[in-house]
């Protein structure tokens, strides 16, 4: 066992009835950094964090969070945003956040102290004493977020916390897991939005029908998988899956991110694009990590990669 890990699975396995949700599942996760959850609906990331929170317990083998081959004995250590959430609509913000930090060990007074620390943090001091009720979408999860870690956790674990946000939003929240990491903690997420994964992860774990399909740094994922074309262009992107060597496109229109063959001629594929296009940006690179799920999950999914959606579920 690894010390400098922060969760541990061992040949894990979880069923539901007939389904399978989780198929031996073996990983480590480092402390200490931010490791990102990928995969389509289904593919055992929620069922995985939940183990980690004791709320479903492994049909099979092992699991150890901080240290411990009992979770819920260390709970008081672990901030968890679920991906169902809601917030006591009548309750003042201030009171919802103290109740929140009580619930996990801390003494009244301390909880919020806290809490008023957290909100004046983030500009929301003047909101304290309004009702949860009186809160926009993105604010009601930024307060969760808030009560997730109000008693100075250890690990952070939220579930789609970007689900729904608009870009600010998502932007104040992209701000707390870096400080959270600035600060020494571990913070594990799922997330539907691949280029925000690609920036923030330390670490990645990309699920597939309940298994792993692969793991790692962001450098470790992307050694080995290829090239790509990454273009910005004017005109029309209906020859570009016949171009030699090029195997897979995603086109977002006037961008396009092309997957290259091994050896493919980067000089032939510009010669030939530029009797088509016109081109505004043209250079190489390796796989985003949007392209390297799409290779790995979207085409099992017999989706097409050229209009494949950034992350399913």
């Given at each position: 066992m690894s010390e400098n890990a922060s969760v541990i699975f061992s040949n894990v396995s979880k069923s539901f009835g007939k389904t399978q949700a989780v198929k031996d599942l073996s990983f480590e996760l480092p402390k200490g950094k931010v490791i990102g959850f990928l995969g389509p609906n289904g593919a055992g990331k929620t069922t995985s964090i939940r183990m980690i929170m004791s709320i479903f317990h492994p049909d099979a083998g092992t699991l150890s969070v901080l240290g411990s081959k009992d979770p819920l004995s260390i709970k008081d250590r672990l901030g968890y945003l679920p991906e169902?959430?809601?917030?006591?609509?009548?309750?003042?913000?201030?009171?919802?956040?103290?109740?929140?930090?009580?619930?996990?060990?801390?003494?009244?007074?301390?909880?919020?102290?806290?809490?008023?620390?957290?909100?004046?943090?983030?500009?929301?001091?003047?909101?304290?004493?309004?009702?949860?009720?009186?809160?926009?979408?993105?604010?009601?999860?930024?307060?969760?977020?808030?009560?997730?870690?109000?008693?100075?956790?250890?690990?952070?674990?939220?579930?789609?916390?970007?689900?729904?946000?608009?870009?600010?939003?998502?932007?104040?929240?992209?701000?707390?897991?870096?400080?959270?990491?600035?600060?020494?903690?571990?913070?594990?997420?799922?997330?539907?939005?691949?280029?925000?994964?690609?920036?923030?992860?330390?670490?990645?774990?990309?699920?597939?029908?309940?298994?792993?399909?692969?793991?790692?740094?962001?450098?470790?994922?992307?050694?080995?998988?290829?090239?790509?074309?990454?273009?910005?262009?004017?005109?029309?992107?209906?020859?570009?899956?016949?171009?030699?060597?090029?195997?897979?496109?995603?086109?977002?229109?006037?961008e396009a991110e092309l997957t290259l063959t091994e050896g493919a001629d980067t000089q032939a594929i510009l010669k030939l694009l530029t009797d088509q296009i016109e081109i505004r940006r043209f250079d190489t690179r390796e796989l985003s990590l949007r392209e390297i799920f799409i290779k790995h999950v979207g085409s099992e999914q017999g989706e097409s990669p050229l209009n494949a959606p950034a992350v399913e579920g």
């Open positions: 169902e959430r809601g917030l006591y609509k009548k309750m003042k913000i201030i009171d919802l956040l103290t109740y929140f930090g009580q619930l996990k060990g801390v003494d009244k007074r301390r909880a919020k102290d806290r809490a008023l620390h957290l909100l004046n943090e983030h500009g929301l001091a003047d909101r304290a004493n309004n009702p949860c009720e009186t809160l926009s979408k993105g604010l009601g999860q930024m307060v969760q977020i808030l009560g997730t870690i109000l008693h100075e956790p250890e690990l952070v674990i939220l579930d789609e916390p970007f689900s729904g946000l608009d870009a600010v939003n998502i932007e104040v929240i992209l701000k707390v897991i870096l400080d959270l990491k600035d600060a020494g903690k571990t913070v594990i997420f799922s997330t539907h939005i691949l280029d925000q994964a690609e920036k923030l992860c330390d670490s990645i774990l990309i699920f597939n029908k309940g298994e792993k399909v692969l793991d790692g740094t962001i450098r470790e994922v992307k050694e080995g998988e290829g090239k790509s074309i990454h273009l910005d262009y004017v005109g029309s992107s209906k020859s570009f899956k016949s171009l030699p060597g090029v195997e897979r496109v995603i086109d977002f229109g006037q």
